[in-house]
Every structure is written in structure tokens, then in C-alpha cells.
């Protein structure tokens, strides 16, 4: 990802990859409207990846998209939804849950589980599989 879409100069990520076709302008989308911006998606992916697969550099990623934006996020809030949701998810203690036996036992706790909000909990049923 950071080979193809980083731009060294000014931080941040491009939309288009750097061996894609030649454009007048490399855009670097923000703004999150009814689906994330470029920069917002690289940012969670990036938080997820660091926080699950201990991929260390995606918290740099976030980092980043987030210094890149700050001026923005100041003046228009509201315009940031996924970046805000990574600066929260920076801010949260990583929280795992794992529900272990008997399909049939444990799905009431599965249910009671999923069914709150809890953003920032990932809930990893057994599978049964050994």
C-alpha cells in the first residue's frame, strides 16, 4: 500500500495507485461522506491491521492521515467521521472476547454480545475447528 499510494512530500495517501494511469492530478480524498475517503479507509485499515495482526506500521499510517488532516478537522468536524473514529480508536484499550463449548451453549452469550454497541470489541467465536 505504501509503495503504490504513499506520497512521501506531504504525507497522507493518493486515491490512484503511482503505476496506475497518468492523471494531470494525483488526488488525496479527506472528506468522508456516505462512504469513507481514501485517506479514512487507508487509516482504519491501517489501525485494524496494527491492533489484530500486529502489523505495526498501520498505527503509522493513522498517525499520519491524522497530522495531514488536523488543520481540517479543526475547522470542519464534521466532515470526518472515519478519521475521528480512528483517533478514538488510537485513544481505546485493545479489547478481545473469545466464547469458547458447545454451539447450542454458548450462542445466547454470542447474541447478548453482538447485539450492544461496542465499537471497539471484536468478538472471535470458536469455530470449532482444531
Known amino acids: 500500500m505504501r509503495s503504490l499510494f504513499h506520497d512521501a512530500?506531504?504525507?497522507g495517501f493518493f486515491d490512484t495507485p503511482a503505476d496506475g494511469e497518468?492523471?494531470?492530478v494525483r488526488q488525496k480524498s479527506t472528506y468522508d461522506a456516505a462512504t469513507p475517503s481514501g485517506n479514512g479507509?487507508?487509516?482504519l485499515l491501517g489501525l485494524w491491521l496494527d491492533r489484530y495482526f500486529g502489523r505495526r506500521d498501520g498505527a503509522a499510517y493513522a498517525r499520519e492521515v491524522i497530522?495531514?488532516?488536523s488543520d481540517l478537522l479543526q475547522r470542519a468536524p464534521g466532515g470526518f467521521g472515519v478519521i475521528w473514529q480512528c483517533i478514538e480508536?488510537?485513544?481505546?484499550?485493545?479489547r478481545e472476547l473469545v466464547i469458547t463449548g458447545n454451539v447450542d451453549e454458548r450462542r445466547p452469550f454470542e447474541r447478548l454480545v453482538a447485539g450492544r454497541y461496542d465499537?471497539?470489541?471484536?468478538l472471535a467465536p470458536e469455530t470449532g475447528a482444531a
Open 89 to 94: 480508536l488510537l485513544d481505546a484499550a485493545p
Open 22 to 24: 497518468q492523471l494531470l
Open 119 to 122: 465499537p471497539w470489541l471484536v
Open 67 to 69: 497530522a495531514m488532516t
Open 41 to 43: 479507509a487507508t487509516a
Open 9 to 11: 512530500e506531504a504525507g
